[in-house]
């Protein structure tokens, strides 16, 4: 029952240069993509990505500092470039090197970037 | 006795979240049946009468909501069904809704409810039978003045 | 080589009840790439977390979906409830997994009637939609409401429901049963829907999960994962296995989907037989602190929902992922190659749900 649910979530930091090496690695342990996740934070965006491997899930976290570019994990895990769109459209996060960039074109809200 | 045509409904989604338009089909499915009053629905704007709409509109669909209005001939009625179709309801306050259909578009009857009740949608369209004969009506007695024969 | 051509499918289109756009990149007749835009329905609802309390979000996550609705309150106040520590007594997780699964059987019989609209078999749309008007008496009669019960709240439920009328719905399945057995016959084994589900939009094993595909859609490509198995509410105690097929077409989620309706019925049976008598729900104070990612099984799938929270009454980010949104990447794999025909029946046939999907 809730036992396998603990109340806090594990989660590891990683620096924001390392995202593609711990993706490459996680990809060949069998990892695949659960999640990615933004959120604004005072000093800049909080990035929670969350791999799957049967029923465990693994978190890593890093900062991006505001103005800064993060790299896509899209060649490693296709389905991310869904996700790092979003981020980019929603955060106005630049992600570099998607498979598929849609310049900002996905959600096309009113107001651009609503969560910067 | 005086006998009304059977209207043709047109559906579309705003930014609802499935409520209402779940409970629009349901209306048309047997229990609720609001077929039985000649109603049928149709994906095709240029059959249209009566323009159903859910959920508020934004930026996005604002033009595919005036062009779907747009391609319905005269006379029409537009229905918004559900409260976000009437005044953005519970979203009325995030950044990507302008507001109710009536940002975009002339409404006529408002449906409320979240999500309206299939009971409360039949009301509405039977509302709106009757206002589509008197829009007719007018719309003969204006052509009619104008002395133009070529509609008859 | 023959020249490509460009063909938009939505925002309206006859078999998408909501609007998603979709550019078909053709040769002749045959895909060869599908780019989707999407925000005809995006409202934005995770940033509302600055405006309304934590409370208040329980109704702006019920209605993210209107189909799914009670499993994103029940989501959304499970993963708070998480957070702040708190645990909702036996009675309340009996009820939730009970409507959980009536959510589920509405769901799956109102996609079985879009799927029979979308192949032109109007009378067996009727039929699925009809019984499934039984299964919203039911919601109806426990919570209030049709579709969105707002019968969720942080700590519980608002309201019990009676033994007597929990009897009631397990009578009521029991009469429920043929007739969807009856019904679903004409999916399983009519030539005429059979030709236009057997073999079309094959996705396989390696794709289906590398790709991240969840739901009845990873489990027809013979994958069983089923988050319902890690115990959450009171699946722990019932018994039941993740429906699998091997096939990976549109006739096995079609397949899978079914079983689901029967599974269903009969994890509410259980749930009847073993429901604990007592309270259902616990008074809760204080503000949540801390983060927690809440994974619910729903009908389309797995959703995560993600909370953190910073000791005041508003939260500090709630993320939803969606089960279509983590099914796009793999839809889109599966378009690539199919014909033009096939396309309305293959993003059918993974149940999409796109409000969910923009929020």
Redesign the interface.
Same mark, same amino acid.
């Given at each position: 029952m809730t036992e396998q649910n603990p109340v806090n979530i594990e989660v590891r930091e990683i620096e924001k240069a390392n995202v593609l090496a711990e993706a490459s690695r996680l990809h060949n342990e069998g990892y695949r993509l659960a999640q990615m996740c933004s959120t604004k934070v005072e000093d800049g965006y909080e990035m929670l990505y969350t791999f799957g491997k049967g029923y465990d899930l693994l978190h890593l976290r890093f900062t991006v500092v505001p103005g800064d570019k993060m790299d896509s994990i899209s060649h490693v895990f296709p389905a991310a470039f869904f996700y790092e769109n979003e981020i980019h459209d929603l955060f106005g996060v630049p992600v570099e090197f998607m498979t598929i960039d849609y310049h900002g074109g996905l959600y096309r809200t009113a107001e651009p970037t609503p969560f910067h | 006795m005086k006998m009304s045509k059977s209207p043709w409904l047109l559906h579309y989604d705003g930014s609802s979240c499935n409520g209402c338009d779940i409970e629009v089909l349901a209306a048309t499915t047997p229990v609720y049946d609001v077929e039985r009053f000649g109603v049928v629905n149709t994906g095709n704007p240029k059959h249209a009468d009566i323009f159903l709409i859910t959920g508020g509109v934004n930026d996005q669909n604002k033009e595919v909501v005036k062009q779907l209005y747009d391609q319905m001939p005269d006379p029409k009625v537009v229905v918004a069904i559900g409260i976000c179709a009437c005044d953005g309801g519970i979203f009325k306050e995030c950044y990507n809704i302008l507001g109710g259909a009536d940002k975009v578009i002339p409404v006529d009857i408002y449906v409320p409810g979240c999500a309206a009740r299939p009971e409360a949608i039949i009301d509405g369209v039977v509302k709106a039978v009757a206002l589509l004969d008197q829009k007719r009506e007018q719309m003969k007695a204006a052509e009619s003045a104008e002395g133009g024969a070529e509609h008859d | 080589m023959s020249t490509r051509s460009v063909v938009p499918f939505g925002? @309206?289109?006859?078999v998408l009840?909501?609007?998603i756009h979709i550019d078909l990149v053709l040769e002749d007749e045959k895909v060869v790439e599908a780019?989707p835009?999407?925000?005809?329905?995006?409202?934005?609802?995770e940033?509302?977390v600055e405006?309304k309390d934590f409370n208040e979000m329980v109704?702006?996550a019920e209605?993210?979906?209107?189909?799914c609705?009670y499993m994103h309150g029940m989501s959304y106040c499970a993963a708070v409830e @998480?957070?702040m520590?708190v $645990?909702i007594p036996e009675r309340a997780k009996y009820l939730r997994t009970v409507w959980c699964e009536l959510s589920r059987l509405h769901s799956h019989l109102?996609w079985l009637?879009l799927l029979a609209d979308g192949f032109g078999f109007e009378s067996l749309?009727?039929q699925a939609?009809?019984l499934?008007?039984k299964i919203?008496d039911m919601s109806e009669a426990s919570t209030g409401g049709?579709? /969105?019960s707002s019968v969720n709240k942080i700590g519980g439920q608002r309201k019990d429901v009676d033994n007597a009328m929990l009897h009631s719905f397990v009578e009521t399945l029991n009469q429920l049963e043929p007739e969807i057995r009856t019904m679903v016959r004409t999916f399983l084994e009519d030539s005429a829907v059979r030709s236009r589900l057997d073999g079309v939009g094959v996705l396989s094993k390696e794709k289906a999960?590398?790709?991240?595909a969840v739901g009845p859609f990873l489990r027809a490509s013979g994958i069983p994962?089923d /988050?319902r198995?890690?115990?959450?509410l009171a699946y722990?105690?019932i018994d039941f296995e993740p429906v699998t097929s091997s096939e990976g077409d549109s006739y096995a989620r079609t397949a899978v989907r079914i079983n689901e309706i029967f599974q269903s019925i009969d994890i509410i049976r259980q749930v009847v037989a073993k429901i604990p008598d007592g309270d259902v729900a616990v008074p809760v104070k204080g503000f949540p602190k801390?983060?927690?990612?809440?994974?619910v099984e729903q009908p389309r799938g797995e959703a995560?929902y993600?909370v953190?929270a910073n000791g005041t009454k508003f939260l $500090?980010?709630m993320?939803i992922?969606t089960p279509t949104?983590?099914n796009?990447?793999?839809m889109l794999?599966m378009l690539k190659g199919c014909q033009l025909a096939d396309v309305p029946m293959m993003v059918l046939t993974i149940d999409p749900?796109i409000?969910c999907t $923009?929020r």
């Open positions: - | - | 925002p @309206h289109h006859p009840p909501e609007p780019v835009s999407i925000g005809f329905v995006h409202r934005g609802l940033k509302l405006k109704f702006v209605r993210t979906c209107g189909i609705s @998480h957070v520590g $645990e109102l009637g749309f009727m939609w009809r499934r008007e919203l049709r579709l /969105i999960h590398d790709l991240g994962f /988050i198995t890690t115990g959450y722990g105690d801390g983060e927690y990612m809440m994974r995560l993600y953190k $500090e980010r993320r992922r949104f983590a796009i990447p793999p794999e749900c409000s $923009e």
